[in-house]
């Protein structure tokens, strides 16, 4: 079942929900209620707007959009309910697109540092999540993931996690995607650079045909056993075939997304994410009764074990 | 007034609203409260996912995405409230598509035979719906047509319903689009083809310009009467003039289409559809309010009878 | 702080959230909690909608779409919380892109004197909004600017207000988008044109990046100054950057934008709008958040005054 979730607050395509400490206190709990042990911070920063007022990012950008101190908040709030907090990179939405990697990575080495110099008491913090996310081996997001994780090794020695995404129709159509076997072979080669360095790869499970996910799965599974790294299901919870980007899923399509990671044997089911999409709490009405078939769902499992 | 409602449980383009016994249970009564006595499965399956776990379509799609037995459940909150229900045909997706036809034709005979064997008992079934849209004359969406009337009368000879759409400049666009003369001519073609097999024909009030769509429902409901076919009309009540694709429609918008259709003489109104876009359960809140001001003019219009 | 708001009730690009006298007596309470008092309808009618029935739009467009009068009510419920209303003129949706600018001023001549005939007593009808909307030099609307503007004066003298936007990127990408100087440029042209005519001008903030916005700002409010005109600024309270079209802005930059407009020294701040994205009545639960946001900081600013 599901024990963790992202915590979306920086994004370029979902809205917010503008939610002060009393809307995050209260949907703390109901991720607490629905078995949530993990929550992972989606980016601290992406371009201009930051979740805390940081020295860093205002040298970068002077003007930063920041309101509250999210990051202080989140780290609370989940070391009220005995939660994992794992503090996602900054991304500046332009460094690592443009051949810039080591000033990506420079960047983050001095935003972590601050992080730490800020956060690092906090008890809820126990991981660390690089948020640049790719579908193939990329040769400069291999320099900045080994810059990077080195740096956080040190800082703090504590998992690195990744969350990629799958070259796949529904975001590359037919013509750009790639199928199973190049998937496997681009992905041998990127775990085979990457193990020593990050610990735990989720990839993201919406970009191919319902049809064939178990065998993505299936191979996604398979390469982090023979390179010793944990591997998690990132259950999107959010319904990529739609022409609104994005409502909550249908629950007929996350039960079976849940199902098929289960029987590919992964290590952990987390989604993203739960507060737009699958709580009881949402702006999406949808994402209430998505929680209600869901926690049905969960129960009757309980109940059969 | 309407009086009958499309279900929309499977769409390539309206976000699942989550709904399990209990949501449906309350929207049921709703239905039946607004004057609803008529409800119409939309499609009972399009391409890998399913309203029950069929047989068929799992031989078709062996990973088949199928939850819980809607159509069960469908059957028994319509007899609970004494409304008809339609059942409508499996959308491959494809084959219609692609010139096959036949394939098409011959999975829905199998696929309504497993119907009538798991549901055919059922008091509320009182209709078939044919899912395969179309706009103008198709010679093989006429044998489709041909083909699945004759078994589906002969599985139970009930009334049989298409929904078609007006080949209009709201989805095609003005160099696409036809005129209402061409219209005419394409759907005198079809209605000479069709009279016979299917029993009532309900036009997407939608694709055309507020200012002719008068024009085009007076065309519908005599090219309806010649040929002894029953004509509805199929009053959306989504907003197709929007970015968002799509939310409730505006009020004004739809008291004109359904005062239109009233003045065109049409047999009954139907409304694609209520769960989505008018009810007071809705997840979308300006459904809602569309639900009031539509009672509103309800109630004036029966206080005036 | 905010004290004025459009009412958009007939947009090309925003849902209609279908509210009634109800619904709106409701949200004009909570906008004069909010420390509303100005509203300002963004267009009486649109191509063949209309927010009350006009004889002279019904020549127009015989088939005119109208339910209620929505303008009786906005200047009723305006009244009753000491509100200005701002009455916004007729919107052909062609006749001014399309060369035939007198034809877009003489039927707003003949429109806004029957509003003057039916609605010129109401004791909220404070001034007027050409909703035309220019983003720089447009020597047709000009022409439009001229003889409305010294038409309106003559059926009543109240300001006019006018709220133009910005070429910028997010709009028109990088390509079309003009940079400040041009911007600068154009808009000195616009406001030598326009002084004696328009009262006030207030620019929408949602077109340009949030790092410029302050440049922006500063020439806008400088352009008005010099030329003896007010300068408004419209703190959008919809979000740009997001793949649906549009949701309530994240607070943050909602805040941003805020703070900026009032760093510029601008005369007052309206926004587009309240009853959609910043209401706690809205369609959107995300601007029920918004809303709570935005409480606190006026309460703390309010405060710490």
Redesign the interface.
């Known amino acids: 079942m599901i024990t963790g979730t992202f915590l979306d607050e920086i994004s370029?395509?979902?809205?917010?929900?503008?939610?002060?400490r009393d809307?995050w206190t209260r949907d703390f709990r109901a991720m607490a209620d629905t078995g949530i042990d993990t929550v992972i911070l989606i980016r601290a920063g992406y371009r201009?707007?930051a979740t805390f007022d940081s020295k860093v990012l205002r040298r970068e950008?002077p003007?930063l959009?920041?309101?509250d101190d999210q990051v202080g908040m989140f780290l609370d709030l989940a070391e009220r309910h005995g939660m994992t907090f794992y503090f996602g990179t900054y991304d500046s939405g332009r460094y690592w697109h443009s051949g810039q990697h080591d000033r990506e990575a420079d960047l983050n080495i001095a935003f972590t540092e601050e992080f730490i110099s800020r956060y690092g008491h906090c008890k809820a913090f126990g991981g660390w999540y690089i948020s640049h996310e790719i579908n193939s081996f990329d040769e400069g997001v291999m320099k900045v993931y080994e810059r990077l994780a080195g740096h956080l090794k040190s800082l703090r020695d504590l998992p690195i996690l990744i969350s990629p995404y799958i070259r796949g129709v529904k975001q590359f159509g037919a013509e750009q995607a790639i199928g199973l076997s190049e998937h496997e072979r681009e992905w041998r080669e990127v775990f085979a650079r990457i193990r020593g360095h990050v610990d735990i790869v989720a990839f993201q499970d919406g970009h191919v045909d319902?049809?064939v996910l178990?065998d993505y799965l299936a191979v996604n599974a398979a390469l982090a056993r023979e390179h010793g790294i944990a591997c998690w299901s990132n259950i999107e919870s959010f319904?990529r075939?739609?022409?609104?980007?994005?409502?909550?899923?249908?629950?007929?399509?996350m039960?079976?997304k849940m199902q098929a990671a289960m029987r590919a044997g992964v290590d952990k089911l987390i989604t993203f994410e739960f507060s737009h999409f699958m709580s009881p709490n949402s702006?999406?009405?949808?994402a209430h009764?998505?929680h209600?078939?869901y926690m049905?769902f969960k129960r009757a499992a309980d109940t059969a074990v």
């Open positions: 370029h395509d979902i809205p917010d929900a503008n939610w002060g809307e201009d707007i950008h003007h959009i920041v309101a319902y049809a178990p319904d075939d739609m022409p609104i980007k994005f409502p909550p899923i249908g629950w007929r399509k039960r079976y702006i999406y009405p949808a009764t998505l209600r078939r049905e």
